[in-house]
């Protein structure tokens, strides 16, 4: 391909396509089949735990599929279909690569933590594994082993710890617990399926190759930094991986306008004429978790501000991009008061130079529609934002 070959609005329209939103949210029943091609899109689900307004693994599901059954992931899980494994942070991964993650279970934990512990207590995997064994999943405050009170969230006592440790080994694998989004532990061979524990795992350096390869399906066209961040891979380790797969035409190099670094086409890439979704998208979406990604291809620049200080928030404490057509034109501080049965608005705003009338129908739709998926009866704009008034308007 000659130089400067793609422009930037075709990179970003080749990206949604590969991440499922060139297509139509479905109509009809959705089901587990649904769940599978969402899956075979974006690979992998990041796990949040905030519940403000859902926690953020059930949103890319309604960003691809509209309405849907809440139990989609927890059913497949159940059934074998997903694991929970650290790969792009805490995920929801497709059981059929569970392989390509063995190298990262069988390599040395590099946590102090479990070391001094197996230092002071050598023999306690093995007793925790020897409870599992006999009694089942558990979660770690069932083992009650803390000394002392509390510190941080990260000041872990020695149960969870080990169980931690366990669950990075692949010895344990774990699920939410529906009621408090604790993680339990089980013994790995009783949730993961067999066929998946038995089939033959590639060297680290195969694997990682086809992580890359998995992550430019997933992203479509992308830098380099952007193929390592999706699966967390290091990036002195993956980066002479690259020749390797550009010579074997699994990956195309190509430039893109506006980019600096050197990009990548996955030669199966979709590239879509048009583009026209319209979705509110999790903080923790695969299309946007990379920040600057992000920035790069939509020209869009998102911090979440969970962390930041009440009066020092730009736009608020939990707030989802809106995507309309193929670009992301506003952003929506949310949070859903299921006491009174509403979805409030507590912050909306258009990005400089988008016209509110071409946002504000379009957003008063898809924001009746996920209040409904929700189960709340009604949607509250606060006037908080230079959208909220005409949004307010439109309810």
């Not at 991440?19 to 649904?34: E, M, N, S, V, Y």
């Not at 089980?186 to 680290?204: D, F, G, Y």
């Amino acid at each position: 391909m000659a130089s400067a070959d793609i422009s930037a609005n075709e990179a970003r329209r080749i990206a949604l396509a590969a991440q499922g939103f060139a297509d139509p949210r479905p109509t009809g029943k959705i089901d587990r089949r649904h769940l599978r091609k969402v899956l075979a899109q974006i690979g992998l689900i990041q796990i949040d735990s905030v519940n403000v307004l859902v926690r953020s693994q059930e949103l890319p599901l309604f960003a691809r599929l509209g309405p849907h059954p809440r139990n989609l992931i927890s059913d497949a899980t159940a059934d074998g279909e997903l694991f929970e494994y650290w790969v792009h942070e805490a995920s929801h991964v497709p059981t059929e690569h569970y392989h390509l993650h063995r190298w990262r279970m069988e390599s040395e934990h590099k946590w102090g933590e479990v070391r001094r512990l197996l230092q002071r207590r050598p023999e306690y995997l093995g007793e925790v594994l020897a409870r599992i064994d006999a009694n089942g999943p558990v979660t770690s405050g069932e083992f009650n082993s803390r000394v002392g009170p509390k510190g941080t969230w990260w000041d872990w006592d020695d149960a969870k710890i080990a169980l931690e440790h366990l669950f990075w080994s692949g010895k344990v694998a774990g699920r939410r617990r529906p009621n408090d989004f604790a993680r339990l532990y089980e013994l790995s061979e009783r949730w993961i399926p067999e066929h998946a524990l038995q089939r033959p795992a590639p060297t680290e350096r195969e694997a990682r190759k086809e992580l890359l390869v998995l992550a430019a399906k997933h992203h479509g066209i992308a830098t380099f930094s952007d193929l390592s961040d999706y699966h967390r891979q290091k990036n002195p380790i993956a980066r002479p991986l690259m020749a390797e797969l550009v010579e074997d035409a699994r990956l195309i190099p190509v430039t893109v306008e506006g980019w600096k670094q050197q990009a990548y086409l996955d030669p199966g890439a979709r590239r879509p004429r048009r583009v026209n979704a319209r979705t509110l998208l999790s903080p923790f979406d695969s299309l946007i978790f990379n920040r600057e990604r992000t920035e790069r291809v939509f020209g869009f620049r998102y911090r979440i501000e969970i962390y930041v200080p009440q009066p020092k928030r730009i736009y608020g404490y939990y707030v989802l991009p809106f995507l309309l057509g193929d670009e992301l034109v506003g952003r929506l501080d949310l949070k859903a008061d299921r006491h009174n049965a509403t979805l409030l608005v507590q912050g909306a705003y258009a990005e400089p130079g988008v016209p509110e009338g071409i946002i504000v129908a379009e957003l008063a739709e898809e924001l009746q529609l996920m209040a409904g998926w929700l189960g709340l009866d009604r949607v509250r704009v606060m006037p908080r934002g230079g959208l909220a008034a005409a949004l307010s308007k439109a309810f």
